[in-house]
């Protein structure tokens, strides 16, 4: 499990502001979920017969003899939530949610055992428009942050009656090659064969590929389905590769599946991915209703955007205040609160330890603040204080009190909401 330091953190922070922009500009509205749930949610939901379920689940039985799992994926919880709090009877919901996630897996580039997602969830959209809002919306974001190492990848699963014939025609290819197929293979052959396809294993893809492929199993509405969503994504310009191996780690799945992979990344390809789950609340215990989202893996998504030559907008302090004499400190405290009063989002450091002026103005130009606003015996007995610019080549200013806010606002440019340190 892994800390995120300060100096790593404003990337996060930044990056994670991008994404709640896009996705409210969509209509999304937030939803904030617990980290434990009950063990069976996620056995019926994801598949008993998974990496997560059988081996990657952080379970314990609770004081009461409950058995309940820290949180490794948030749909489930999201369905959970819209059936217990009456979200989803004849309603249609657009939410996001993110956090931490858990799961106990060998920990390699851009994956801990505590992890960090972005999900988002459309319920009760039945149509391949909400599939595709869902992706051009992921479009927006690579756009917007300038990340053009990645690519789409998309897929259809069909309804669960073309995926039994699927299963089937499955069954009876790796019967065939069975003594080929490692050990995880076959244990997966009866239970769920489509899991084969997802292995890792580099000895198992050239089986994988000459397997049959779903498309050729679809029924007609799942095929119409897949071609207007098609339709869609050409419409909006996003380019697009169909990939008849992608079927998705989990069992909820159905129709659209969708991946945004990269090769900026080595092995770990998938940055965003997701798909429809139309049978998932019913399967929970809810009146059948369509659904369809997608996850994004922070950790991964940061690396990328840093991958790609991100980087986040300094955000340093705006202006130092150094305190130097009897009774100034208590004054630079008034100043420094009547600033963040009068300027909303103003970062304000105060010289906090003492010190001579020298060793001030050197923590002040350390903190690369934009001005140093200097408070003296003198400046406090005349009711002035000192605006010095730390990162330009303008002359020291000496300004009343009383019209500080006006001179910041006018030279950080403040009032457009953009300081500028220049």
């Not at 249609?92 to 994956?111: A, D, H, I, N, V």
């Amino acid at each position: 499990m892994n800390d995120i330091l300060p100096e790593v953190s404003g990337t996060w922070r930044y990056l994670e502001s991008i994404l709640h922009e896009i996705v409210q500009s969509y209509g999304y509205a937030e939803i904030r979920l617990p980290l434990l749930e009950y063990t069976e949610l996620f056995e019926r939901s994801i598949g008993e017969v998974t990496d997560i379920v059988e081996k990657e689940m952080y379970t314990f039985l609770d004081r009461n003899g409950e058995s309940l799992t820290l949180r490794p994926e948030a749909t489930a919880s999201v369905v959970r939530a819209g059936m217990t709090n009456g979200l989803l009877h004849n309603q249609r919901q657009k939410l996001w949610t993110s956090g931490p996630m858990f799961r106990y897996e060998k920990p390699q580039q851009g994956r801990y055992r505590q992890f960090h997602q972005f999900d988002v969830e459309a319920l009760g959209y039945e149509g391949p428009d909400v599939d595709a809002e869902l992706i051009i919306m992921t479009a927006r974001l690579w756009r917007r942050l300038g990340i053009s190492r990645i690519e789409l990848q998309i897929n259809s699963l069909g309804v669960p009656e073309s995926r039994l014939r699927y299963r089937a025609a499955l069954i009876e290819y790796f019967n065939g090659v069975k003594s080929q197929l490692d050990e995880d293979s076959i244990r997966r052959l009866e239970q769920n064969p489509l899991r084969i396809l997802d292995s890792k294993n580099p000895d198992m893809q050239a089986i994988i590929e000459a397997a049959p492929v779903m498309l050729d199993s679809l029924d007609e509405a799942s095929k119409e389905h897949f071609g207007e969503l098609q339709a869609l994504l050409d419409a909006a310009g996003v380019a697009y590769t169909i990939n008849p191996r992608l079927v998705r780690g989990l069992d909820y799945y159905s129709r659209t599946v969708f991946e945004w992979a990269t090769d900026a990344l080595g092995s770990q390809g998938a940055v965003c991915s997701g798909g429809r789950y139309d049978g998932l609340v019913e399967k929970l215990g809810g009146r059948p209703a369509p659904a369809v989202g997608w996850a994004m893996g922070m950790e991964r998504f940061v690396a990328l955007y840093e991958a790609c030559g991100g980087k986040a907008p300094p955000r340093h302090a705006d202006v130092y205040v150094v305190a130097v004499g009897e009774g100034t400190l208590t004054r630079a405290f008034a100043v420094a609160e009547e600033l963040r009063d009068r300027m909303p989002g103003m970062r304000v450091d105060v010289n906090l330890g003492g010190g001579s002026f020298k060793s001030q103005m050197k923590r002040a130009d350390k903190s690369n603040a934009a001005y140093a606003l200097i408070l003296g015996e003198q400046e406090l007995k005349e009711k002035h204080i000192g605006v010095k610019p730390l990162r330009s080549e303008e002359d020291q200013a000496s300004v009343a009190l009383d019209e500080l806010t006006a001179t910041l606002e006018k030279k950080l440019n403040w009032a457009t909401g953009y300081p500028t340190q220049n």
